[in-house]
C-alpha cells in the first residue's frame, strides 16, 4: 500500500487559515487522495478527495501539487469543533484493494482560542 | 452520504468470553468494513465485509476470532470470540458511499476485565 507522511501534531488560532501537509512520494497513478478527520470520542469522518485537480467543497479544500508527491488540506478559517486528528489516505480506484483504507497516525490538530 | 448506527455503543465484558457487535446502515450498500481502534492509536483494518460472499480478512485477524455475519445489504455483525484484555478497544464499522467516500459508525468501546 502506498504510504503517507503527516506532522504528528499542529496548533492553530481560532478563525485562522489551517494549511495541514501530507507527503505521498510514493503515489501512483490510481491513487486518489482521501482526507478524514476524527473527533474526539466519535468515529471519522469523510472530509474530502481528489485525483490531480484542487478540489473544493462546504468543510475544506484539497491542493494537490503538480506531481502528485504531496497534498495539502486547507481550511479556511479554523473554529474550536475543528480540532482533531486529520487522516490522509491514498485509495487505489482500480479497486485492486478491495476498496480499503488504511490509516496512517495522522496530524493532530489543537486550535487555541 | 450513509447514516449508520452500532450496537452496543459500549460494554464491558469478562476475559473468555465473546460480545457480537451490530452495524446498521440507513441504505442498501454493497461493501461493509470493520476496523479496530486500540486505545491512542489509529484506525486498523479488520475485515471487508461484502453481501453474498465471505469476508476478506487483513494480515493479523482470523475468522475463528472475529467471525462476521453480512446478511443483507444494510446490516452486519462482527464477533470478538474468547475475549483477553488486549481486544480492549473501540471497534467501528464504514460503508462504502456513491463516489468512493466512506462513511464510519460511532464505534463500540469494548473494554475486556
Known amino acids: 500500500d502506498a504510504k503517507t507522511t503527516q506532522p504528528n501534531s499542529m496548533e492553530s488560532n481560532e478563525e485562522e487559515p489551517v494549511h495541514l501537509p501530507c507527503n505521498h512520494s510514493?503515489?501512483?497513478?490510481?491513487?486518489?487522495i482521501h482526507w478524514y478527520r476524527q473527533l474526539p470520542s466519535q468515529g471519522p469522518e469523510y472530509v474530502i478527495h481528489?485525483?490531480?485537480s484542487n478540489v473544493n467543497n462546504r468543510m475544506a479544500s484539497l491542493a494537490i501539487a503538480e506531481d502528485r508527491k504531496s497534498s495539502t488540506l486547507i481550511l479556511h478559517r479554523a473554529t474550536l469543533r475543528d480540532a482533531a486528528v486529520y487522516y490522509c489516505?491514498?485509495?487505489?480506484?482500480?479497486?485492486?484493494?478491495?476498496?480499503?483504507?488504511?490509516f496512517g497516525q495522522g496530524t493532530e490538530l489543537s486550535v487555541k482560542p | 452520504s450513509a447514516v449508520i448506527s452500532q450496537k452496543p455503543s459500549r460494554d464491558i465484558c469478562q476475559r473468555g468470553t465473546s460480545l457480537t457487535i451490530q452495524c446498521q446502515v440507513d441504505?442498501?450498500?454493497?461493501?461493509m468494513f470493520w476496523y479496530r481502534q486500540q486505545p491512542g492509536q489509529s484506525l486498523t483494518l479488520i475485515a471487508t465485509?461484502?453481501?453474498?460472499?465471505?469476508?476478506?480478512?487483513e494480515s493479523g485477524f482470523v475468522i475463528d476470532k472475529f467471525p462476521i455475519s453480512r446478511p443483507n445489504l444494510t446490516f452486519s455483525t462482527l464477533t470478538v470470540s474468547n475475549m483477553s484484555p488486549e481486544d480492549s478497544s473501540i471497534y467501528l464499522c464504514?460503508?462504502?458511499?456513491?463516489?468512493?467516500?466512506?462513511?464510519f459508525g460511532p464505534g463500540t468501546r469494548l473494554t475486556v476485565t
Open positions: 464504514s460503508v462504502e458511499g456513491g463516489f468512493g467516500e466512506q462513511y
Open positions: 510514493t503515489i501512483s497513478g490510481t491513487d486518489y
Open positions: 481528489g485525483l490531480t
Open positions: 489516505i491514498l485509495r487505489d480506484i482500480t479497486y485492486n484493494q478491495g476498496g480499503k483504507l488504511i
Open positions: 441504505s442498501q450498500v454493497t461493501m
Open positions: 465485509a461484502n453481501q453474498g460472499s465471505e469476508a476478506t480478512y
